[in-house]
């Protein structure tokens, strides 16, 4: 599927069932609409080969947000009055994903966000659904780490101010962080798209930190990183599933060795189900292996799928319940139970990166 998709005409029809998918495929969180796009891709080729669902094939209409939250918001409306899916499958920033949330409860149409780890997501109602963890667990898991593994006492913080995700992260890591013993020496904010951290990072040297809790999207923490160590600050760099993307080692280059991040899922996972997924989308995706979003968004399409076979028809009220039900769902990115709060409950891996790739470390349980 080539990474401009905007969908373009899908056969509709009373032989397809037509879902609705909303990403970044352009922009600063290109890569994240991408690999999303190509996990969905292979959840649907899949159904289709095995015979489609309920007698149908599945198509799915797919719009690039370019990474803003205004146009992810506008597709949602796009997706339900001109195209009448089913059910929509994004976003994977928080703050798309909320702004998409709101017009999907509103009109009654099943949301599925494979990503966004922001708690608020899923609180705009109850056709709003995450197939991942959230941020006040992921925060927890950063902020443990850092303590026991690293044994560090004192970090700093910089945050991206322009991102519910980011902010939501802070806040559980600072406090976290503090209740595990440790000390929080100052928190700095920069705002998505900045170019230069240089006053932060010099603000953030001067209290002499032993890590940096950096909790943003890859675009500005590959350029944070070296920033860092031209002025000097040599200290791990630490973070969270915002990380996650091949173009963090260009951006990042040897700056960002020796640093820690949280995630959803560890290609090294030796489970042959979580292998097999792997070769399957690497002879997809010309030798690509699938990060966390592909690994989510796949399996987010898949339990659509798996809700619209239960289901007893395609309406929205049908499916929300369907989807609710959701129970030992064997997922790539982990087994998924949805709880009462149409929240995933699932550990999280911890990655180390250097030399230009990741590498497993431990894994945390909720
Ligand atoms: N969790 C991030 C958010 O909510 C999105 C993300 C998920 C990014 C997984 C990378 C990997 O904004």
Known sequence: ???????????????????????????????????????????????????????????????????????????????????????????????????????????????????????????????????????????????????????LNKVAVLQDNKSAYSIGLTEVFRQKFAELGGKITGTESYSQGDTDYRAQLTAIKKTQPEGIYVPGYYSEVGVIARQA?????????????????????????????????????SPDNPDPRVQKFIADYKADNNGAVPDALAALAYDAARVAIDALK?????????????????????????????DAKRNAVKSAVVLKVADGKTSYVTTIAP
């Open 1 to 151: 599927v080539p990474a401009t998709a905007q969908g373009g005409p899908v056969p509709a029809g009373d032989d397809v069932i037509v879902l609705g998918e909303v990403g970044a495929l352009t922009g600063g969180q290109a890569t994240f609409g991408i690999s999303s796009r190509n996990g969905i891709a292979l959840a649907l080729k899949e159904a289709n080969a095995a015979g489609g669902v309920r007698g149908k094939k599945l198509v799915v209409r797919v719009y690039d947000d370019q990474s803003k939250p205004e146009e992810a918001a506008q597709a949602v409306t796009r997706l339900i009055t001109q195209d009448k899916v089913v059910l929509i499958l994004g976003e994977v920033a928080s703050s798309s994903s909320l702004a998409m949330a709101e017009k999907a409860q509103a009109a009654g149409v099943p949301m599925i966000t494979p990503s966004s780890t922001n708690p608020t997501v899923t609180e705009k109602g109850d056709n709003i659904f995450r197939v991942c963890f959230i941020d006040p667990f992921q925060g927890f898991v950063m902020a443990k780490f850092a303590r026991e593994n690293l044994k």
């Open 229 to 265: 160590r031209e002025l000097g600050l040599k200290v791990p760099l630490m973070g969270g599933d915002g990380w996650d993307s091949e173009k963090l080692f260009e951006l990042g280059g040897s700056a960002i060795d020796g640093s820690y991040f949280s995630n959803h899922y």
């Open 310 to 338: 239960r289901a007893p028809d395609t309406s929205g009220p049908a499916l929300r319940a369907a989807i609710a039900q959701t129970k030992d769902f064997p997922g790539v990115a982990g087994v998924i139970t949805l």
